[in-house]
């Protein structure tokens, strides 16, 4: 069974930086690309950082430079290293896979704000 377990989020002040974790399991984790998304209430879901298997990343503009994805294969984690956090970047935060796994995870919230 597929399952997404995210963490790590919290209230920060801008400029602040958090650490997001998410643990994956019932796929072969270690062949899959891994997606960073985000969702504000009532929008869609926007992805925000990928990571292929072989550990190549690509990033949203917005987030470029300030956001690092990185993936632990022998703990079955993909994480997301967030610097330099603006009030723009408060969303509820989900990985997922690519192709996408059902179900989502309850995701982890992220609030910037002083």
């Known amino acids: 069974q597929v399952q997404f377990v995210e963490s790590g989020g919290g209230l920060v002040q801008p400029g602040g930086s958090l650490r997001l974790s998410c643990v994956a399991s019932?796929?072969?984790?270690?062949?899959?690309?891994m997606t960073w998304y985000r969702q504000l209430p009532g929008q869609p879901r926007e992805w925000v950082a990928i990571i292929s298997a072989g550990g190549t990343a690509t990033y949203k503009d917005s987030v470029k430079g300030r956001f690092t994805i990185s993936r632990d294969n022998t703990k079955n984690t993909v994480y997301l290293q967030m610097n330099s956090l603006s009030p723009e970047d408060t969303a509820n935060y989900y990985c997922n896979g690519a192709p996408v796994l059902s179900p989502w995870g309850q995701g982890t919230q992220v609030t910037v704000s002083s």
């Open positions: 019932g796929f072969s984790f270690s062949t899959y690309v």
